[in-house]
Nanobody, 124 residues
Framework: QVQLVESGGGLVETGGSLRLSCVAS????????VGWFRQAPGKEREFVAT????????YYGSSVEGRSSISRDNAKNTVYLQINSLKREDTAVYSC?????????????????WGQGTQVTVSS
């Protein structure tokens, strides 16, 4: 079964950018979809973005829509999440996961094979 490992987090000032990576091992990620979620202490898990292998459209949560981009490199079995114009509210642990669903991508219960997460901290 597929295993996911996140990386690319760190400390960044407000207004900066980060690119997070989600690397899959143990088999091809296709035809699965991969989503990013984040969770801050004391907060619920929040949907960030999902990329699919059956549609031209990517899906974004309202908190990052307009300043984020999800992409993939199939040869490297990697999904990327670029976030620009970072805000203090973006501080959280970011995790990626897989889903076989073709709708309802903001529902974390539809995902499996969660990675361990990577910490993003935004300061000013």
């Amino acid at each position: 079964q597929v295993q996911l490992v996140e990386s690319g987090g760190g400390l960044v000032e407000t207004g900066g950018s980060l690119r997070l990576s989600c690397v899959a091992s143990g088999g091809s990620i296709r035809p699965l979809s991969v989503g990013w979620f984040r969770q801050a202490p004391g907060k619920e898990r929040e949907f960030v973005a999902t990329i699919t292998w059956f549609s031209d459209k990517n899906y974004y949560g309202s908190s990052v829509e307009g300043r984020s981009s999800i992409s993939r490199d199939n040869a490297k079995n990697t999904v990327y999440l670029q976030i620009n114009s970072l805000k203090r509210e973006d501080t959280a642990v970011y995790s990626c996961a897989t889903t076989t669903y073709t709708s309802g991508f903001d529902n974390p219960s539809r995902y499996a094979s969660w990675g361990q997460g990577t910490q993003v901290t935004v300061s000013s």
